[in-house]
């Protein structure tokens, strides 16, 4: 089965600190760029930073300094490490895999399934 599975999601009080992980099914053979989505409730889902397959990282305003990027491009792998948290930063928070390459073809985007409730209450 194609799929990213995301880990990691919980709430913390504010200030304090979570880690996303997202990896890629055995099935996946490569990936060119990797990112980390939000939506609050009632919002729109919006971008928090991306990772391109040529080492490019790009954060939203609101996250820069306080949340990073990194990947494992051997494991297919996207993490989001997200330092003091806050109220604003509560949402489901979504992975996302643009060119993903499969032993029968590519897939030009895959959302994983969203962690529940993630961020600062």
């Known amino acids: 089965q194609v799929q990213l599975v995301e880990s990691g999601g919980g709430l913390v009080q504010a200030g304090g600190s979570l880690r996303l992980s997202c990896a890629g099914s055995r099935m996946i053979r490569s990936i060119d760029a990797m990112g980390w989505y939000r939506q609050a409730p009632g919002k729109q889902r919006e971008l928090v930073a991306t990772f391109t397959s040529g080492g490019d990282t790009n954060y939203a305003d609101s996250v820069k300094g306080l949340f990073t990027i990194s990947r494992d491009n051997a494991r297919n792998t996207v993490y989001l490490q997200m330092n003091s948290l806050k109220p604003e930063d509560k949402a489901v928070y979504y992975c996302?895999?643009?060119?993903?390459?499969?032993?029968?073809?590519?897939?030009?985007?895959?959302w994983g399934q969203g962690n529940q409730g993630t961020g600062s209450p």
């Open positions: 996302n895999g643009e060119g993903v390459l499969t032993g029968f073809g590519v897939y030009k985007s895959l």
